[in-house]
């Protein structure tokens, strides 16, 4: 069955005490590992990490990424002509980008000092071995947030 990726929305609750952050709707049921990325100014591009067999989670920390992600038809020679998608995670908002198998992803700060949380599926040896990467200018304009074509 193909899996397509999804955004999990969740919530936000404030009061005296202070905020939440939540989403109950992510399950863990299949996180093997987590780490975190942060991006001390906004202009690296973190992009295109291809996995064939990995399910990756993305869910912000601090300021805000975009987050991009194209469906690979060929892991050794994958056509120019893919087209990305794209969405903006902001630790403003409780939201998780779920970016399943088969899917190459990348990332890039939109405020200094952006912070993700990413759990994977596979534990760190295996995601070694299904790890192919593509250069950051193959599909996606970061600057202007469009796919290239």
């Known amino acids: 069955m193909q899996e ?6 969740g ?5 005296h005490r202070g905020s939440m952050r939540f989403i109950n709707e992510f399950k863990f049921d299949d996180v093997k590992r987590f ?7 906004t202009s690296f591009v973190r992009a295109w990490q291809g996995h ?3 399910k990756k989670y993305f869910y912000p920390i601090s300021g805000s990424f975009v987050i991009a992600w194209v469906k690979i038809d060929d892991f ?6 893919l087209l990305p998608e794209y969405h903006i995670l902001s630790a ?5 980008v779920s970016v399943p198998k088969g899917y190459a992803n990348g990332l890039k700060a939109l405020e200094p000092d952006s912070e993700v949380l990413i759990f994977s599926d ?10 192919t990467k593509f250069e950051p200018d193959k599909w996606f304009d970061w600057e202007k947030l469009i796919p290239i074509r």
């Open 122 to 131: 596979m534990y760190l040896e295996k995601s070694a071995k299904d790890y």
């Open 11 to 15: 919530n936000i609750f404030s009061d």
């Open 92 to 96: 403003f908002n409780s939201e998780i």
């Open 4 to 9: 397509f990726p999804i955004i999990l929305k």
């Open 52 to 54: 064939q067999f990995e």
């Open 76 to 81: 050794d020679n994958p056509s120019e002509n």
């Open 35 to 41: 780490y975190f990325i942060k991006h001390p100014n």
